[in-house]
T-cell receptor, first 110, second 118 residues
Framework: SQTIHQWPATLVQPVGSPLSLECTVE??????LYWYRQAAGRGLQLLFY??????ISSEVPQNLSASRPQDRQFILSSKKLLLSDSGFYLC?????????FGPGTRLTVT | AQKVTQAQTEISVVEKEDVTLDCVYE???????LFWYKQPPSGELVFLIR??????QNEISGRYSWNFQKSTSSFNFTITASQVVDSAVYFC???????????????FGSGTQLTVLP
């Protein structure tokens, strides 16, 4: 069966520091991968998605970036965090239709 | 453009009551998918159901049931005999029909916070 992992689970970082969040999927090949952010107030915002290695599409201009160095690995990065980057970051994968989400990373930028 | 509206921001019920969560959607696509997800306090989104636009049969899974009505662009979710463990935020979502090689994006509603009181 498929499993999706995200780490770290929680992170507190100062403004201006770099960020790297990692997501890996097990038990499937060539999945579509997604990064979402959920700010306080519950709305889910799609940040990036990828249909294959090295293929990244960005939905919202921001100081974040994403990379997919391997088939089942998706990384969310920032060179300098802003206060507004605080939120709950969710990675998801899909093969057909429905998306399956990871446990999330709660990021607090101080 | 696609849009999903969950007009109920918060709902509180007492255990064993039935509760219906409303979802209204907008899309220009003739073929699309509808979804419901549950987000418990732990944060992880749990997939509950996917519905194809060409299949308007209602579905029941245990205490959960879904009423899809294309004529009113609604995909409502009912929990029968609610339990405390049903307390969570519930999201309705919409996507274009899946096709090979594409990443169909989900458009989420803003969610409904359901609280089931003992």
């Amino acid at each position: 069966s498929q499993t999706i992992h995200q780490w770290p689970a929680t992170l507190v970082q100062p403004v201006g520091s770099p960020l790297s969040l990692e997501c890996t999927v097990e038990g499937t090949s060539n999945p579509n991968l997604y990064w979402y952010r959920q700010a306080a107030g519950r709305g889910l915002q799609l940040l990036f998605y990828s249909v294959g290695i090295g293929q990244i599409s960005s939905e919202v201009p921001q100081n974040l970036s994403a990379s997919r160095p391997q088939d089942r690995q998706f990384i969310l990065s920032s060179k300098k965090l802003l206060l507004s980057d605080s939120g709950f970051y969710l990675c998801a994968w899909s093969i057909r239709g429905e998306q399956y989400f990871g446990p999330g990373t709660r990021l607090t930028v101080t | 453009a696609q849009k999903v509206t969950q007009a109920q921001t918060e709902i509180s019920v007492v255990e064993k009551e039935d509760v219906t969560l409303d979802c209204v959607y907008e899309t220009r696509d003739t073929t699309y998918y509808l979804f419901w997800y549950k987000q418990p306090p732990s944060g992880e989104l749990v997939f509950l159901i996917r519905r194809n636009s060409f299949d308007e049969q209602n579905e029941i899974s245990g205490r959960y049931s879904w009423n899809f009505q294309k004529s009113t662009s609604s995909f409502n979710f009912t929990i029968t005999a609610s339990q405390v463990v049903d307390s969570a935020v519930y999201f309705c979502a919409l996507s274009e029909a899946w096709s090979s090689g594409s990443a169909r994006q989900l458009t989420f509603g803003s969610g409904t916070q359901l609280t089931v009181l003992p």
